[in-house]
C-alpha cells in the first residue's frame, strides 16, 4: 500500500468511526453537557484525568474551559490532574502509580464536582482509583472510555454518564474523545450563553 492510499483510509476510518457513533453518543454527551453546566452554576469544578493520549485530552478539556473554546466568555472552573509533575511523582513514588489522581481527586473535588475519566480501554487503574474516589466524595462522573467500557463501565453509578466510543482501535477512540470535548464545550456554551452558531 502506498503512503498516500494509507494516509486516505485513515482519514476514512475515522469519519467512520464518528458518524457510526452519532447515535450511541448524541444522548450521552447531551447528559454529560448537562451534568457539567450545573455542576458550573453551582460553583463547582471539573477535574479530568487520563493517561497518555487520554492525559492531553483531559489538559485539552481543561484549557478549553478555563480559557474559552469559541466564544468569548467567563473563565470557567477546570482542573486537569495530569499537569503537576511534583505532585504526581510524589504520589507515584510514595504510593504507587495508580493513585496520581485519587489522592488529588481526594484532596480537590467537593460533592456536586464532576470528575471527567478518560481511557480508551476503560482499564486504567489509576483512572479507576480516581472514580472510587470520586464516589466517595460525592462526585458525578462522565467517563470516556473505548473497547467496550472495561472496568469503569462496570463501576459506574446512577447519575453518572457513560461516553463509550463503539470501536476497538485506540487511535480511533482517541479521535472520537477529541470530538466529544469539542462538543462538551461547545454545548457548555450554548446552555451557558446561549450560543447558537
Do not use: W
Not at 21 to 45: R, Y
Not at 174 to 184: A, D, N, V
Request: proline residues 2%.
Amino acid at each position: 500500500m502506498d503512503l498516500i492510499t494509507r494516509i486516505s483510509q485513515h482519514f476514512k476510518d475515522s469519519a467512520q468511526t464518528k458518524l457510526d457513533a452519532i447515535e450511541l453518543l448524541a444522548g450521552p454527551i447531551a447528559q454529560a453537557i448537562e451534568a457539567m453546566v450545573a455542576c458550573l452554576l453551582n460553583n463547582g469544578k471539573i477535574l479530568a484525568c487520563g493517561n497518555g493520549g487520554s492525559a492531553a485530552d483531559a489538559q485539552h478539556l481543561a484549557a478549553e474551559l478555563v480559557g474559552r473554546f469559541e466564544a468569548e466568555r467567563h473563565e470557567l472552573a477546570a482542573i486537569a490532574l495530569t499537569t503537576d509533575s511534583s505532585i504526581m511523582s510524589a504520589i507515584a513514588n510514595d504510593y504507587g502509580f495508580r493513585m496520581v489522581f485519587a489522592k488529588q481527586v481526594r484532596a480537590l473535588g467537593q460533592p456536586g464536582d464532576v470528575l471527567v475519566a478518560i481511557s480508551t480501554s476503560g482499564n486504567s487503574p489509576s483512572v479507576v482509583e480516581a472514580i472510587s474516589a470520586a464516589h466517595e466524595n460525592e462526585l458525578r462522573v462522565v467517563a470516556l472510555t473505548g473497547k467496550g467500557g472495561g472496568a469503569i463501565g462496570e463501576m459506574l453509578r446512577e447519575g453518572d454518564v457513560h461516553i463509550l466510543v463503539p470501536a476497538e482501535r485506540t487511535a480511533r477512540i482517541q479521535e472520537t474523545h477529541l470530538l466529544t470535548i469539542h462538543c462538551l464545550c461547545d454545548g457548555i456554551d450554548c446552555l451557558l450563553m446561549g450560543v447558537e452558531e
